[in-house]
């Protein structure tokens, strides 16, 4: 059975799988979950993830959630030998701390202020700017320190593909971060060594870009923890 990846056509998260599989030249089917629409919020999803968070793997009815989680299994169970997930325990306790640190302060600072407001009843704020800088701040320290092309090695990672797609969300709002030089170096070279997967990047950035200018109506959505922007008709 071809393996499903239930995603969105804008999420990075969604985006770093299909980046991997797509590197791996692994088969899968993308099946495309409507967000405006709440299909995540549904009984039914909540049988494969109920967390009822996008992505989902479907491995012939093994389902996982959490994008970090999908990156790590793939590349174990298709591709164990392949470089983008080392099996050495320090070169892999890099790529897992990044994929850590991307999800517990560069994707999370960063998404409250680029994807949030776009499409829930978010501001955009002096502290969650701040919090923006934090994390870039610290991405660079790490860059700088670790002294590598990629984020977590001198080859291409899992890692980057988080990294890479938090960061496009900046670009997608036209956020100026040029002087995070490394940061900066690194990203604009992804774009460069791997068209085909900036490519799918590059696809959700102009529609994050769209949303931004037209905000999306989203009052039929009864979300448990995101406030819905009222519209008025």
């Not at 978010?122 to 800088?133: D, F, I, M, Q, S």
Request: glycine residues 4%; negative net charge; charged residues 20%.
């Amino acid at each position: 059975m071809v393996l499903k990846l239930y995603g969105v056509s804008d999420g990075p998260p969604s985006l770093s799988v299909r980046q991997a599989l797509t590197h791996l030249q692994i088969p899968f089917e993308l099946v495309s979950v409507d967000f405006g629409a709440g299909d995540h919020m549904t009984p039914e999803y909540a049988l494969m993830n109920p967390q009822k968070e996008i992505p989902v793997l479907d491995d012939d009815g093994f389902f996982l959630g959490e994008s970090n989680a999908i990156l790590q299994y793939v590349c174990d169970k298709f591709k164990p030998e392949s470089s983008l997930y080392p099996k050495d325990p320090k070169a892999r306790a890099l790529v897992n701390h990044r994929l850590c640190f991307n999800l517990s302060t560069y994707y999370a600072n960063i998404s409250a202020y680029t994807m949030a407001p776009i499409f829930f009843d978010y501001e955009r704020t002096p502290l969650g700017l701040k919090k923006v800088h934090i994390a870039l701040d610290v991405f660079e320290t790490y860059l700088e320190r670790l002294g590598t092309s990629h984020a977590a090695a001198d080859h291409l990672t899992i890692a980057d593909f988080q990294l890479i797609n938090s960061t496009m969300t900046l670009e997608a709002i036209d956020f100026d971060f040029s002087k995070y030089k490394r940061i900066h170096k690194w990203y604009n070279q992804f774009k460069k060594d791997y068209p085909d997967l900036w490519k799918i990047s590059e696809g959700a950035m102009k529609e994050i870009q769209h949303f931004a200018a037209n905000p999306p109506d989203l009052t039929h959505m009864n979300h448990p923890i995101h406030p819905i922007r009222k519209i008025n008709k």
